[in-house]
Nanobody
């Protein structure tokens, strides 16, 4: 079975940076697109970023574009989310997700494997 484990969350002041990591196991990591989503209390889970099978193709939500960078290291079966210039509105539980296909997608239902989530809190 596929397992995804996020790490790297924490508390940071506005304007600061964090790097999240998602370690994958259980399937051929390099064949599948990956994504990051987040969910704040009382809100729906929302798309943050996605990366295609090779890492050459990426796509970001407008709210994070220019501040966040998604990347992957297929040799390490790990996906990263570098978060810069963090804002209080970025506060959420961040989830790593594995897609059923190879291409970038923003749709939650295209992702069939999910990590446990890691808390990111950005103070004012």
């Amino acid at each position: 079975q596929v397992q995804l484990v996020e790490s790297g969350g924490g508390l940071v002041q506005a304007g600061g940076s964090l790097r999240l990591a998602c370690a994958a196991s259980g399937r051929t990591f390099s064949s599948y697109a990956m994504g990051w989503f987040r969910q704040a209390p009382g809100k729906e889970r929302e798309f943050v970023a996605t990366i295609n099978w090779s890492g050459a193709g990426t796509y970001y939500a407008d709210s994070v574009k220019g501040r966040f960078t998604i990347s992957r290291d297929n040799a390490k079966s790990t996906t990263y989310l570098q978060m810069n210039r963090l804002k209080p509105d970025d506060t959420a539980v961040y989830y790593c997700a594995g897609a059923g296909g190879s291409f970038t997608t923003i749709r939650l239902y295209d992702y069939n494997h999910w990590g446990q989530g890691t808390q990111v809190t950005v103070s004012s």
